[in-house]
């Protein structure tokens, strides 16, 4: 049985087999069509993930793409072929996966039934569903506390005590909001549009500047010229977030909240988490993890493993075989046991 982690988010995709290495891949899958003629034998595909996704949308009419997370609602079918796509690229496809993954708090139970009994039945593969955030507090081994996750759809919180479930929410207020307020002021100042990809590097990257031609001109944008208007937009973004998990907070007692923990890519834009920590002063500190868009399938990939080792109970009292590469093995455990 080989643990993974999965997080398959509404922007990317995150996966990991060994809980450190974490593959990224956009969220996207585009189901192919029959074509009028075929260059080379097989070449046709029925379908493509990720990149390959992204560039066949960009140069093929009429062809559709689907992401598994819409506003927080699961599309089933594309939700399977990316983490068919995960576990065949981190080579576990065959191995009996055991998948930690995650979705939205407030996903409705027949969600979570269709897609446990999906991966379980498609894959071959034993499936421990979590809500998102529960990733990144595993990952930090914290196993009381809040965490609110900003992805790039829903923003979600969860409160736990001793890993039990208390309460959580899941709103749709991810990156998806700031940007769509933040499209439309560059698009007002400057006269052009800019993907989500484009608005993150110019972001993230004091350098970055995106130029385009229009009507025979030269037109460009750099951070400096946007970083205002993305200010003022984002701490009002804060705002609703953070009096919607303070809501959510309110009669909790202080030693659950003595632990908050701030995740997911919204979290790494600037000035979001010093937002974060200006509105919760009189709560407490807000914790992050060092790669926050990475912090859920690490996690997960933590519980994956425990919930491996609960399957495979008899694992240790097994090894009293004849081959002598598993005597071997088991005098190597025993000095360790003394010490
Ligand atoms: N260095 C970065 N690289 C890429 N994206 C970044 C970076 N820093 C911040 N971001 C933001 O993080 C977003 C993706 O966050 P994340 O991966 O947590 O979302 P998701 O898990 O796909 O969405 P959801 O959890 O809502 O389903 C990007 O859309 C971008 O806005
Ligand atoms: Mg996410």
Same mark, same amino acid.
């Given at each position: 049985?080989?643990?993974?982690?999965?997080?398959?988010?509404?922007?990317?995709?995150?996966?990991?087999? +060994?809980?450190?290495?974490?593959?990224?891949?956009?969220?996207?899958?585009?189901?192919?069509?029959?074509?009028?003629?075929?260059?080379?034998?097989?070449?046709?595909?029925?379908?493509?993930?990720?990149?390959?996704?992204?560039?066949?949308?960009?140069?093929?009419?009429?062809?559709?793409?689907?992401?598994?997370?819409?506003?927080?609602?699961?599309?089933?079918?594309?939700?399977?072929?990316?983490? @068919?796509?995960?576990?065949?690229?981190?080579?576990?496809?065959?191995?009996?996966?055991?998948?930690?993954?995650?979705?939205?708090?407030?996903?409705?139970?027949?969600?979570?039934?269709?897609?446990?009994?999906?991966?379980?039945?498609?894959?071959?593969? @034993?499936?421990?569903?979590?809500?998102?955030?529960?990733?990144?507090?595993?990952?930090?081994?914290?196993?009381?506390?809040?965490?609110?996750?900003?992805?790039?759809?829903?923003?979600?919180?969860?409160?736990?005590?001793?890993?039990?479930?208390?309460? &959580?929410?899941?709103?749709?207020?991810?990156?998806?909001?700031?940007?769509?307020?933040?499209?439309?002021?560059?698009?007002?100042?400057?006269?052009?549009?800019?993907?989500?990809?484009?608005? %993150?590097?110019?972001? %993230?990257?004091?350098?970055?500047?995106?130029?385009?031609?229009?009507?025979?001109?030269?037109?460009?944008? %750099?951070?400096?010229?946007?970083?205002? +208007?993305?200010?003022?937009?984002?701490?009002?973004?804060?705002?609703?977030?953070?009096?919607?998990?303070?809501?959510?907070?309110?009669?909790?007692?202080?030693?659950?909240?003595?632990?908050?923990?701030?995740?997911? &890519?919204?979290?790494?834009?600037? &000035?979001?988490?010093?937002?974060?920590? @200006?509105?919760?002063?009189?709560?407490?500190?807000?914790?992050?993890?060092?790669?926050?868009?990475?912090?859920?399938?690490?996690?997960?990939?933590?519980?994956?493993?425990?919930?491996?080792?609960?399957?495979?109970? #008899? #694992?240790?009292? #097994?090894?009293?075989?004849?081959?002598?590469?598993? #005597?071997?093995?088991?005098?190597?455990?025993?000095?360790?046991?003394?010490?």
């Amino acid at each position: 049985m080989k643990p993974v982690g999965l997080d398959i988010g509404t922007n990317y995709t995150k996966t990991t087999a +060994d809980g450190k290495d974490v593959l990224l891949f956009p969220s996207v899958v585009v189901f192919g069509e029959e074509k009028d003629w075929s260059l080379l034998k097989k070449s046709q595909k029925d379908v493509y993930i990720g990149e390959e996704a992204l560039d066949i949308v960009q140069n093929m009419e009429n062809v559709e793409m689907l992401r598994p997370l819409h506003e927080g609602r699961l599309m089933h079918k594309s939700y399977l072929e990316l983490a @068919r796509y995960a576990l065949s690229s981190l080579n576990v496809l065959e191995s009996q996966p055991v998948i930690g993954t995650g979705l939205p708090v407030k996903s409705s139970r027949q969600e979570r039934e269709e897609l446990t009994r999906s991966l379980e039945n498609e894959l071959n593969a @034993r499936v421990l569903l979590l809500p998102q955030p529960v990733g990144t507090l595993a990952h930090l081994g914290i196993e009381t506390g809040v965490c609110i996750d900003i992805g790039f759809g829903t923003t979600d919180v969860v409160v736990i005590s001793h890993m039990e479930y208390l309460k &959580g929410d899941t709103m749709l207020m991810g990156v998806d909001r700031l940007y769509d307020n933040f499209e439309v002021t560059i698009r007002n100042k400057a006269g052009i549009s800019l993907t989500p990809e484009e608005m %993150t590097n110019l972001l %993230t990257n004091e350098q970055y500047e995106i130029g385009r031609i229009r009507g025979g001109k030269r037109i460009s944008v %750099t951070h400096d010229n946007i970083i205002d +208007d993305y200010n003022s937009l984002m701490v009002s973004w804060v705002e609703r977030i953070s009096n919607r998990a303070k809501m959510l907070m309110e009669g909790l007692s202080t030693t659950i909240v003595d632990k908050i923990v701030l995740t997911g &890519g919204g979290s790494a834009l600037p &000035g979001v988490y010093e937002e974060f920590q @200006r509105r919760f002063e009189d709560v407490g500190k807000i914790l992050v993890p060092e790669d926050p868009i990475r912090a859920n399938a690490k996690g997960y990939y933590v519980l994956a493993k425990l919930y491996a080792d609960e399957l495979e109970p #008899k #694992k240790e009292s #097994k090894p009293v075989e004849k081959s002598e590469g598993k #005597k071997e093995e088991k005098k190597e455990e025993k000095p360790k046991k003394k010490k």
